[in-house]
């Protein structure tokens, strides 16, 4: 039967919250959410500052933490006793549902910003719009999102509903009817799916005409028509099992497998796969406790199983972990759960398991574990063994964390040399972790070896790879409880032998489009680079009266590191301006003609590129780089133009821009070291000096007009047919306005291009 269903628009409530963090995960039920750097976020039924459940995140390293307390019908954080999951709707924005508070206490539909920790409430149930969402929601990829209701709409017995994203409209879909009528089922408990053709599939709990509950599907193409798929059909019948509380799946071939949590040849359940196209519903697993028992959670498909958990039954009647041969059908139970000790902690499991970034599956139990709070978990598919993620405590002690460099560690030695790190932990009941991050990289999990007599700590050990200079370690121990340990920090020097890069390097600071002080992105560098790596400089900028000191160490794999904390930006402070971030690297892949770029950013954009390379022709060589002298057709005296382009071009009227050429005269020294000397198109007067580098190129900068305006660009040397010249395309020209002045009194301060060449004077 196809039935189409008329759509209610309904009023929203917005509000916003403040960010919180506090303890309180209890009863986590609904599925875990991979976010973009691998940690998961769910939601927990129970707990929280106010008893009305919680949003929290989970990191890799088992860190557990609360990013939003609900309060209930009232408050900051409207929302009580969520049990779906949390879903991304691509924007960063995520989605949830809470079955009960708002201002009806029927439940609402809520977005939270984890960036930012902003919470609002989209929707809140009112009975008539339904009631009760226990499922989390659905998105169709187009700024939609789908969902159920266990009750409410015109019959009470439940609804699908939709969410405009963009707007937060909510609109009714579908109200069913119950054992009969128009739109058979009653109490959708699970989340949709959506096929490869489009259609929408559901299930819902109960109604049909046994009452044991339905597959049905809605087809958005069709103006959302209803069709009432399936219809349970208990302990026996043609459709074995009744109550399914889950999700299903669409397989490759376009099959649906889901679960039922209660009917089945022994009344404990079933596991089924549906073919829309036959209509056909096989019963692929019946549950008969030992084997597990009422499955209420999705199943999900891992290559050439299927993996799904039960509520209860196993070997402790605490639920179990399984699998299902998608080619055999073969059904093996994985783990029983051994609630709040044993080998895997945890209790009646309601969630699904999801991905984690290695290949291994997470999820997370109601209950068992430390208090009966319920706990995380994650099972690594090679092996079939579960290991413990976090049992979450009422009252937590953060555990201890020591550091040092083991005894006898090298602060001195070869590029990719580890040196050990050692130290102690400890907790007030179980460790789980020491987790180690060197120089802001990653988080790496440390051997950990138990003490032999009780209430001693334990002992932990990891090998790190040391930068250049600084190095800056944290470190932090986890217990089972998911509490980390205030991180204590290490700090010491290590030096990396590294005589190839030693030597000078020089190079230019070009302003991106995006500058709007261009002048003030502009400059010239210089680097002096010992055998240690170690190095010194200044950089010149335009409009900047004095120049920056640069201190610090090259790393391993070529950024710079500054000052005395190793940092790989530097920060240049001006005076009612925002802060110039400095960022440089050295190409140490290419021996003896290095390469130096780098980005100079200003409020979170790249406002300059940086570009030079190593200065071969210096009189302090690089050690062990072989002699290398000045081409002798690059040496001498060049006679040099700075041609002006046509007004035109440069966006001005001729009354604003020289109709003239400047001069410069140039001498190239057998040092590689280059004079200039030449007065511009305008009469300004310039004398500059620079250092060739190792591809025949000098970054020309001088400074102009007392310093506020300057000329640069990179002069490429070269050597064409027995003959030299030199040339720069597009060399830049800062002059400032100055209304005293009656030649351009409005000047270019936002820079022009003019054209080099020189050519070379004959001896």
Not at 365 to 391: M, N, S
Not at 408 to 423: N, V, Y
Not at 470 to 478: G, T
Not at 536 to 546: F, H, I, P, S, V
């Amino acid at each position: 039967m196809k039935i189409i269903r008329p759509t209610i628009l309904c009023a929203l409530a917005l509000a916003g919250a403040a960010f919180a963090q506090t303890a309180g995960v209890e009863s986590p039920q609904g599925n875990l959410l991979r976010v973009a750097d691998g940690s998961f976020l769910g939601t927990n039924a129970n707990g929280g500052t106010a008893g009305y459940g919680a949003l929290f995140r989970v990191t890799p390293e088992s860190e557990v933490s609360v990013l939003a307390n609900l309060t209930g019908d009232i408050g900051s954080k409207p929302g009580a006793y969520p049990r779906g999951g949390l879903i991304d709707d691509g924007t960063g924005t995520l989605w949830g549902t809470t079955t009960q508070g708002g201002a009806s206490a029927l439940g609402t539909v809520f977005k939270f910003v984890s960036a930012t920790g902003t919470f609002a409430t989209v929707a809140a149930f009112t009975g008539a719009n339904g009631s009760f969402p226990d499922a989390a929601l659905v998105s169709d990829g187009a700024g939609i999102l789908w969902g159920t209701t266990r009750a409410g709409g015109a019959g009470d017995f439940g609804t699908v509903f939709t969410i405009n994203a963009a707007t937060g409209a909510l609109t009714t879909v579908v109200e069913f009817t119950g054992t009969s009528g128009a739109v058979i089922g009653s109490q959708p408990k699970a989340a949709l799916v959506r096929d490869g053709a489009g259609l929408w599939w559901g299930t819902t709990s109960a109604g049909g005409s046994g009452g044991l509950g339905t597959i049905f599907s809605i087809d958005p193409a069709n103006g959302n028509a209803f069709t009432t798929e399936v219809v349970f059909t208990g302990t026996n019948g043609a459709a074995l099992g009744s109550a399914p509380e889950a999700a299903m799946i669409v397989d490759a071939n376009g099959k649906l497998w889901g679960t039922t949590s209660s009917g089945g040849t022994s009344g404990s359940g079933t596991v089924f796969r549906f073919a829309p196209a036959t209509d056909a519903l096989t019963t692929v697993v019946n549950f008969a406790g030992a084997n597990g028992a009422h499955p209420k959670a999705a199943l999900l498909a891992d290559g050439a199983l299927l993996w799904g958990t039960t509520y209860d039954g196993g070997l402790s009647g605490l639920g179990t972990i399984f699998t299902i041969a998608t080619a055999s059908d073969a059904h093996d139970v994985v783990a029983s759960f051994t609630g709040t000790g044993g080998s895997v902690r945890g209790a009646y499991p309601l969630a699904a398991l999801v991905h984690g970034a290695a290949g291994e599956l997470w999820g997370v139990a109601a209950q068992g574990g430390r208090d009966d709070r319920g706990t995380i978990f994650k099972v690594h598919t090679a092996t079939h063994t579960v290991q413990l993620v976090a049992e979450p405590e009422i009252a937590p002690v953060l555990p201890a964390a020591t550091a040092q460099l083991a005894p006898g560690s090298m602060t001195t030695g070869p590029i990719g040399a580890p040196i050990t790190l050692r130290g102690t932990a400890k907790d007030d009941v179980e460790l789980l972790s020491v987790i180690v991050s060197i120089n802001g990289g990653p988080f790496l999990p440390a051997a950990l070896t138990a003490p032999l007599l009780p209430g001693k700590p334990f002992t932990w050990q990891l090998d790190v790879l040391p930068e250049n200079g600084v190095n800056v370690v944290v470190i932090k121990s986890v217990d089972n409880g998911g509490n980390p340990s205030k991180p204590r920090t290490l700090v010491f020097n290590y030096t990396v032998v590294r005589p190839d890069v030693a030597g000078s390097y020089t190079g230019l600071l070009t302003p991106d489009a995006i500058s709007a002080t261009p002048l003030q992105h502009t400059g010239v560098f210089g680097l002096k680079v010992t055998t240690k790596g170690r190095f010194t400089g200044k950089l010149t900028l335009g409009g900047r009266a004095q120049p920056v000191v640069l201190t610090g160490s090259i790393g391993n794999s070529g950024d710079a590191r500054f000052g005395k904390t190793g940092a790989t930006q530097l920060s240049i402070t001006r005076k009612n301006l925002p802060p110039l971030l400095l960022a440089l690297n050295l190409d140490v892949d290419a021996p003896f003609s290095r390469q130096v770029t780098g980005t100079l950013r200003e409020s979170g954009a790249d406002v300059a590129a940086a570009s030079g390379g190593q200065m071969l022709y210096t009189a302090k060589l690089n050690p062990i780089a072989p002699l290398q002298n000045v081409p002798p057709s690059l040496l001498g005296s060049y006679t040099s133009v700075f041609h002006a382009l046509t007004p035109a071009a440069q966006g001005l009227p001729a009354s604003d821009f020289p109709q003239t050429d400047g001069t410069v005269q140039m001498k190239v020294t057998p040092s590689g070291k280059v004079k200039l000397a030449g007065r511009l198109a305008d009469g300004a007067p310039f004398l500059a000096s620079g250092s060739l580098t190792a591809d025949n190129t000098l970054p020309f900068f001088a400074k102009l007009y007392r310093g506020a305006g300057a000329i640069c660009g990179p002069i490429a040397f070269r050597n064409l047919a027995g003959q030299s010249d030199a040339d720069c395309a597009g060399m830049l020209w800062f002059r400032p306005a100055n209304a005293r002045t009656t030649d351009y009194p409005n000047g270019w301060p936002s820079g022009i291009n003019v054209d080099f060449t020189a050519s070379k004077v004959a001896p």
